[in-house]
């Protein structure tokens, strides 16, 4: 496994030297972020967010350190998921979870909340999980794992549950889970739980045909002016058993 603290190095630009601790980054996102609970889904979480109120929500991107800051926003498919797992707390009790592509880490924040046995976040960017460890601190919660590997396509690991929030933004990407997710289902009898606003690179992707909507949130107006006009945000459920059908009636 790559760690964190290994990965957070050869940030440049004026802002962070070459070999960048740990510290340094999170002193950077503290002073880069502002912390948020108010006018999204989960008000009983806080989080380090962008707001207009910070500096780079205006600066120029190329100022930017990092690469893209998608921790930064929280993202309407993961508050969806969010919402749910609070709102009921039996789905991620006493499981294994993991939140892949966790972004801000609100959803792996809401599943220690609600008693998961173990909760394993994992963003290929390192400095999503340096920002998740900083939002678990925020939330009065112990530091979790935090892995940087790309795991999709990796041997499946026995998880009781995979959450993705906003990750069918890309058809090869999309492509790639939906086989992921299919072996990690067959292998261990994963359940996985997607969260999305109804994305054009979801809604006409293949998956669509095997999922079961668990729930749907209208999003409040702040969050539909940033995601240019999605009203609503929902969970769906994997169902592979739903394969059989199709293929019967295909």
Wanted: charged share 20%; proline share 5%; with cysteine.
């Amino acid at each position: 496994m790559t760690t964190v603290q290994a990965l957070c190095t050869s940030i440049t630009n004026g802002y962070l030297q070459d070999g960048a601790s740990v510290k340094d980054i999170k002193d950077f996102i503290k002073e880069n972020t502002e912390v948020v609970n108010k006018h999204n889904l989960t008000p009983e979480i806080r989080l380090r967010l962008f707001t207009p109120n910070c500096r780079f929500w205006h600066a120029r991107p190329e100022l930017w350190p990092f690469t893209d800051p998608f921790w930064a926003i929280y993202w309407p498919g993961g508050q969806a998921l969010t919402r749910y797992l609070l709102s009921n707390p039996g789905v991620s009790k006493g499981k294994r979870v993991l939140d892949l592509g966790c972004g801000c880490g609100a959803s792996t924040i809401a599943a220690k909340f609600c008693g998961a046995a173990r909760v394993v976040a994992n963003d290929i960017d390192p400095v999503a999980g340096i920002a998740t460890q900083l939002n678990c601190e925020l939330n009065g919660l112990d530091p979790v794992l935090c892995e940087t590997e790309n795991t999709i396509g990796s041997e499946p690991e026995g998880y009781d549950l995979i959450l993705l929030g906003d990750m069918f933004y890309e058809e090869a990407l999309a492509d790639s889970l939906h086989n992921w997710l299919d072996r990690c289902i067959n292998t261990h009898g994963t359940q996985v739980l997607i969260g999305d606003p109804g994305r054009a690179s979801f809604e006409g992707h293949g998956i669509r045909r095997f999922l079961r909507q668990e729930a749907r949130f209208e999003l409040p107006e702040a969050v539909r002016e940033e995601n240019y006009g999605l009203s609503f945000t929902t969970v769906w459920r994997y169902l592979p058993e739903l394969r059989h059908t199709h293929s019967h009636s295909d």
